[in-house]
């Protein structure tokens, strides 16, 4: 069984720009969370998705946005990039939305905002 | 809310020694706790969890965590450090019921050396 993949694996934008990052979860997952992971700050939470409802949301700015597609897959987006952007971006899948759920994580999409 | 915090950001053991990362956390719900562990270049995965029953949880590898409510804290211990235990480890907490999402800590870098 494929893993939860994300693409790209990397990118590198200017400041001002947007981006999409893409998370395609495990086979059978209907819940995908993301999190942007920084050196000393940890993970911290962007927003979760289930059955293509948002069911949570994070403390970050209107610029992060993202989106649930009816085969699960999502899709996050940031707009009008600034350098504090840069990080790593990380997608989890579970099966259900829920506390208790195991959480599966992709490898990441390292964003360098120049 | 929850919250953890993780003490010491990098921890140094000899191969064969103890391993113990700390963390505490805050929550104002019985909570669910978790520790994953993230490797170079990868994503986290699940070292293991606790939900309810039993407080002592053992996981993959080798670890186990304790729940203490009285301490409010979720140690990861290991009695044998081995090599291929160098990595980055991650407390995290969530609220028990609901959409409740899940809440990391900074990180502890534990390094084992030869």
């Known amino acids: 069984k494929a893993g939860v993949t994300q693409t790209p694996r990397y990118l590198i934008k200017t400041r001002g720009q947007q981006v999409t990052l893409s998370c395609s979860p495990i086979s059978g997952h209907r819940s995908v969370s993301w999190y942007q992971q920084t050196p000393g700050q940890g993970l911290q939470f962007l927003f979760e998705y289930f059955s293509e409802t948002q069911r949570n949301k994070g403390n970050f700015p209107g610029r992060f946005s993202g989106r649930q597609f009816s085969n699960s897959r999502s899709e996050m987006n940031v707009s009008t990039l600034e350098l504090g952007d840069s990080a790593l971006y990380l997608c989890?899948?579970?099966?259900?939305?829920?506390?208790?759920?195991?959480?599966?994580f992709g490898s990441g999409t390292q964003l360098s905002v120049l | 809310a929850q919250s953890v915090t993780q003490l010491g950001s990098h921890v140094s053991v000899s191969e064969g020694a103890l391993v113990l990362l700390r963390c505490n956390y805050s929550s104002s719900v019985p909570p669910y706790l978790f520790w994953y562990v993230q490797y170079p270049n990868q994503g986290l995965q699940l070292l293991l969890k606790?939900?309810?029953?039993?407080?002592l949880v053992k996981g993959i590898n080798g670890f186990e965590a304790e729940f203490k409510k009285s301490e409010t804290s979720f140690h990861l211990t290991k009695p044998s450090a081995h090599m291929s235990d160098a990595a980055e480890y991650f407390c995290?907490?969530?609220?028990?019921?609901?959409?409740?999402?899940?809440?990391f800590g900074t990180g502890t870098k534990l390094q084992v050396i030869p």
């Open positions: 995290a907490v969530s609220g028990s019921g609901g959409y409740q999402k899940v809440t």
């Open positions: 989890a899948s579970s099966l259900e939305v829920g506390a208790r759920e195991k959480l599966f």
């Open positions: 606790y939900t309810t029953g039993a407080t």
